[in-house]
Nanobody
């Protein structure tokens, strides 16, 4: 059974940091393009960061220089390190795995940035 399980969300003050984790089972992370998406209330889901099977990363402009996507092949896990968080980063964050025609989503983890 293919499954992605996100963790690490929570409440953080502006300027703070969080690290999200996405533990995969049933797939091999390093063979997939792994992405972090987010969806804020009343907004469409957007791609925040992705890492290809070749290790190439890309980010939405609003998080460049603040967020870092990485993977640990031994743990079959993808991470999103989020620094200098802003109120506008508040959203449910979803992990996504893509390989050829197969797309898998996690259940999401809520990140709230508020003082």
């Amino acid at each position: 059974q293919v499954q992605l399980v996100e963790s690490g969300g929570g409440l953080v003050q502006p300027g703070g940091s969080l690290r999200l984790s996405c533990a995969a089972s049933g797939i091999i992370v390093r063979l997939n393009t792994m992405g972090w998406y987010r969806q804020a209330p009343g907004k469409e889901r957007e791609l925040v960061a992705a890492i290809t099977d070749g290790g190439i990363t890309n980010y939405v402009d609003s998080v460049k220089g603040r967020f870092t996507i990485s993977r640990d092949n031994a743990k079959n896990t993808v991470y999103l390190q989020m620094n200098s968080l802003k109120a506008e980063d508040t959203a449910v964050y979803y992990c996504n795995a893509r390989r050829m025609s197969r797309i898998v989503w996690g259940q999401g983890t809520l990140v709230t940035v508020s003082s």
